[in-house]
């Protein structure tokens, strides 16, 4: 039967030579299906901008199809949508403005954590390690709490118990 050629935006495949992969990436079709692709990533406050820009598609407002459709130079999109996209666009910037906020309390907790640590090993190296283990039980345990709160952890990664593991079988792995 021969090669063939799979176009992953026109989720189509055809025999593969020269003539007929030539005609098909110069394809309308194809420019279209390229072109929504690409457009799927774009980003909102790009969209929004050249939304506001084009005037009401009559026909789509009238009727509620156009067919034009995606490729039409009038928008398509309602006020409640452009009011939505206002909305991600908000939302995204105070996602973008959070994490600093978040980052010095996530710093703050590394730095916490490396203090705790540089005990244990001053406490190791002076014989005191149960002593500051059970201390540390009882002040709670050395996971963030952020990591609680996820659901369904595997074992690796949940916390020990508060008294340690109990008859911990020897198993010889190989």
Same mark, same amino acid.
């Given at each position: 039967?021969?090669?063939?050629?799979?176009?992953?935006?026109?989720?189509?495949?055809?025999?593969?030579?020269?003539?007929?992969?030539?005609?098909?990436?110069?394809?309308?079709?194809?420019?279209?299906?390229?072109?929504?692709?690409?457009?799927?990533?774009?980003?909102?406050?790009?969209?929004?901008?050249?939304?506001? *820009?084009?005037?009401?598609? /009559? @026909?789509?407002?009238?009727?509620?199809?156009? +067919?034009?459709?995606?490729?039409?130079?009038? &928008?398509?999109?309602?006020?409640?949508?452009?009011?939505?996209?206002?909305?991600?666009?908000?939302?995204?910037?105070?996602?973008?403005?959070?994490?600093?906020?978040?980052?010095?309390?996530?710093?703050?907790?590394?730095?916490?954590?490396? *203090?705790?640590?540089?005990? /244990? @090993?001053?406490?190791?190296?002076?014989?005191? +390690?149960?002593?500051?283990?059970?201390?540390? &039980?009882?002040?709670?345990?050395?996971?963030?709490?952020?990591?609680?709160?996820?659901?369904?952890?595997?074992?690796?990664?949940?916390?020990?118990?508060?008294?340690?593991?109990?008859?911990?079988?020897?198993?010889?792995?190989?």
């Amino acid at each position: 039967m021969g090669k063939r050629y799979y176009c992953d935006y026109c989720d189509r495949s055809f025999q593969d030579n020269m003539h007929n992969r030539k005609k098909h990436l110069n394809g309308v079709q194809h420019h279209r299906a390229k072109k929504a692709w690409f457009d799927t990533f774009r980003d909102a406050a790009a969209i929004l901008t050249e939304e506001q *820009a084009k005037k009401p598609c /009559r @026909k789509f407002l009238q009727t509620g199809q156009c +067919v034009f459709g995606s490729n039409c130079r009038f &928008s398509h999109m309602t006020k409640k949508d452009l009011d939505l996209l206002r909305q991600q666009i908000e939302a995204e910037k105070r996602q973008k403005e959070g994490p600093e906020s978040d980052c010095v309390s996530f710093d703050r907790s590394i730095e916490d954590w490396l *203090a705790r640590r540089e005990k /244990r @090993k001053a406490a190791m190296n002076s014989g005191r +390690v149960l002593k500051e283990v059970e201390e540390e &039980s009882a002040a709670g345990n050395d996971v963030p709490p952020h990591f609680l709160s996820i659901q369904d952890l595997p074992a690796s990664l949940l916390p020990p118990p508060p008294g340690g593991w109990k008859n911990v079988p020897h198993t010889e792995w190989g």
